[in-house]
């Protein structure tokens, strides 16, 4: 089993920032991607960023040059920092990694539960 645990979220005005974490954690052999999606009410979930054990990092258009993914490697941890927020960011967020699990070698996907931002005007 793997657990992605995430933190960060929150209430907070137009034009501040947020920083999320997400943590991977359980029968890990190796994490090839971990990136965060959003889903608000009405919408389906959309990608916001991803990012490769390489570095590679792929954004949705409209939080390019507002938002930054990183990560750690060692500590499974992926962070998205979120800066210039603006109400149509608000939205639950979820952190996914892409997993090679220990005991068969086999890839999977998993989610964390989710953590609510919610950007005023």
């Known amino acids: 089993q793997v657990q992605l645990v995430e933190s960060g979220g929150g209430l907070v005005q137009a034009g501040g920032s947020l920083r999320l974490s997400c943590t991977a954690s359980?029968?890990?052999?190796?994490?090839?991607?971990m990136g965060w999606y959003r889903q608000a009410p009405g919408q389906t979930r959309e990608l916001v960023a991803t990012?490769?054990?390489?570095?590679?990092?792929n954004y949705k258009d409209s939080v390019k040059g507002r938002f930054t993914i990183s990560r750690d490697n060692a500590k499974n941890t992926v962070y998205l920092q979120m800066n210039s927020l603006k109400p149509e960011d608000t939205a639950v967020y979820y952190c996914q990694s892409v997993v090679v699990v220990t005991f068969n070698r086999g890839t999977y996907q998993y989610w964390g539960q989710g953590t609510q931002v919610t950007v005023s005007s």
């Open positions: 359980g029968n890990i052999f190796s994490v090839a991607v």
């Open positions: 990012i490769t054990s390489g570095g590679n990092i």
